[in-house]
Structure formats: C-alpha cells, structure tokens
C-alpha cells in the first residue's frame, strides 16, 4: 500500500483498518477500506482531474444523495482529499446485488428505465450555481468520415477484412445520417444534467432498490442520447435473438416513459447512431491486436448494426404506447 494512501485513510479515521483493492475498473484505482472490522468506507483516486471538476462531480452527487452513494466528508469537512496532485474520494460502501444483463427479464428492465426516468426528472432540478465552470465532458465530435476513409485504405493494404468490415458500414452510417440529422437534433433535443455512464457496472440493486454509482462522467449533455445508449448498454444483449431483444429494449423505454417524457425517438436514435458510428475508438491498427480492444469494437459495430436494422420497429412500437396513454 502506497503512503499517499496511508495518509488519505488518516484523513478519516485513526482507528484500525485494513485495505483491500478493488479490481474492477481501470480508470481509477479503487480500495475498500474496513474501519474496526465492521465499517466499510470505499476509496477512489483521481489522476488528471481539476479541482473544478471534480468539485462539480462531488456537488452533483450530494444533489441526488437519495438515488446514490454518500460522499464521505474528511477532517475537514471536505468532499476530497488532496495529496501531492493527486485527489481521493471516500464514498459510503453499498453492499448490494450486482445486476447482469443476461439474467434481465422484461420487468427487471422496465424497472431499470424507470429509475433511469426518476434520476434524469430529479438531475433536471438541479440549479448550477455560477461557479462551476467544467460542467460538460460529452460531445458530439466532428464527422470522422475522411479520416475513416484513410483508416479503410491501411486495413485494406494490411488484410484485416474484419475491420475492414467494422470501417465500411460505420462510414455508411455516417452517410446515411446526414449532418443537417444531427444539427436538428442538437437544436431540438433538450440538454440538462445527465449521468455519462448509466451501464449495469455502474447499477446496484440492495433490498429491492436501485442505486447509481460513479458520477465520475455526470455533465450537463442530451438527455436522450444517455436514455439510447442506457437502452444499448443495458437492455440489448448480444446473446439473445432478435425478437428478443426488441421486447427488452422496449420493455427499457417503456419502463422510462412511465417516469420521464421521451423526445423524439427516431431523432433521438439518430443521433446515438451517429456518434457511434463516428467514433474512432478501438479502430487504430494497434487497437487491432489487442484481444480487449478489438472485441469492444466488435460489440460496438455489432449494436450500430443492429440498432439500426430495428430503429422502425422499435419507433412503431414506442409511439404506440405513448398513443395508448
């Protein structure tokens, strides 16, 4: 265990403790740290982060503390620690059920998107004070069709039929969905603070209730581009057939609609879409030879592929019970 660790868990207690680091994850490093072998108090450091941000990250939290882990106050009443650049978080530990998306039945993911459309009505009441000035960190990026073009070329020469494929019908999307798509969509969909990361690594069930952890991505961003990709990341799996999957997918949307008004579906599906498809992460010939890596690039080409092949009927079914309310 490294001193700075040391020193931050004395920010907390002077009681006994012992420290055990969580693997899961690898952005940041994690410990769950045992006070007098009964009180659990889970640790995560913070490289590369101002103290803008991670204070906006911090206020946010304690703004839906009902929906997520506590922040653990320091020694001096402060919402993190900082030592030698480096910033540490204490949260209260929720020993709880991790969900996994194969076990999901319909009800279960109808539940997961109405607590999506609870969070999201109360992350809208949130008012901002002035001060926090890094409040964003998703975007839309700029439209990545020319430099794809050149990527093509490089796994063309090199063999790499596979991403050659992956490559191919991203640049399709790009230009089915047009730029004109996506500026209306930028125009029309409405923005408020939103989560960044609403997957099921990120969702633990305890006594029948669903609680949210690492806000580390929360920023203020299209509301229905996290409800999409919540849809994607959670509901649809890989594994099962394709009736399947649009019962899941719409029992997800449904479930959230029951709590939360949902926007333009088909617009809002477009652009989730697009920044899938414009998205270069994972195709750099590199990338290609990590195992890791090049399955994630797979699973992503494999959900554009498929959110797109069913967007009609996925749009048929979600405007017909909107109409049936």
């Known amino acids: 265990m490294n001193n700075n660790l040391n020193e931050v868990i004395k920010e907390y207690t002077n009681e006994e403790y012992s420290v055990e680091k969580i693997s899961k994850g690898h952005i940041h490093k994690k410990w769950l740290v045992t006070i007098n072998s009964k009180n659990k108090v889970f640790i995560k450091e913070f490289l590369n982060i101002s103290s803008a941000r991670i204070e906006f990250i911090n206020y ?21 620690t900082d030592i030698d650049n480096i910033k540490y978080v204490a949260y209260e530990f929720v020993d709880g ?17 109405k607590f999506m459309g609870k969070l999201h009505k109360n992350m809208k009441k949130i008012s901002i004070p002035d001060e926090f000035t890094e409040k964003s960190s998703l975007k839309i990026g700029e439209n990545n069709l020319e430099k794809m073009k050149r990527m093509l070329k490089r796994y063309r020469i090199t063999g790499n039929q596979e991403y050659v494929e992956i490559i191919k019908y991203k640049m399709l999307m790009l230009e089915k969905i047009s730029d004109d798509d996506i500026q209306r969509a ?3 969909l409405s ?37 999409i990709r919540g849809m994607m990341m959670i509901a ?90």
Not at 67 to 74: A, D, T
Not at 299 to 312: C, H, I, P, Q, S
């Open 191 to 227: 923005k408020q603070i939103v989560h960044g990361d609403f997957y099921l690594d990120n969702i633990i069930k305890k006594e029948n209730k669903l609680i949210i952890t690492d806000l580390d991505q929360v920023c203020v961003f299209y509301k229905m581009y996290e409800v």
């Open 60 to 80: 946010i939290q304690d703004m839906i503390r009902d929906f997520c882990p506590q922040i653990v106050k320091n020694r001096n009443k402060k919402a993190y």
């Open 186 to 188: 930028k125009d029309e």
């Open 236 to 325: 649809y799996d890989e594994e099962k057939t394709n009736i399947a999957n649009i019962k899941r997918v719409i029992s997800f949307l449904n479930g959230y609609q029951r709590e939360n008004n949902i926007e333009d579906i088909k617009m809002s599906i477009n652009l989730y879409l697009y920044t899938l498809a414009n998205s270069l992460y994972c195709l750099d010939v590199k990338d290609s030879k990590d195992y890791y890596k090049k399955k994630f690039a797979i699973t992503r080409y494999n959900m554009l592929k498929w959110l797109y092949e069913n967007k009609e009927e996925i749009i048929k079914n979600i405007e017909r019970e909107e109409f049936e309310r």
């Open 97 to 113: 059920e991790i969900l996994k998306k194969g076990d999901l039945n319909s009800e279960e993911l109808m539940e997961i998107g």
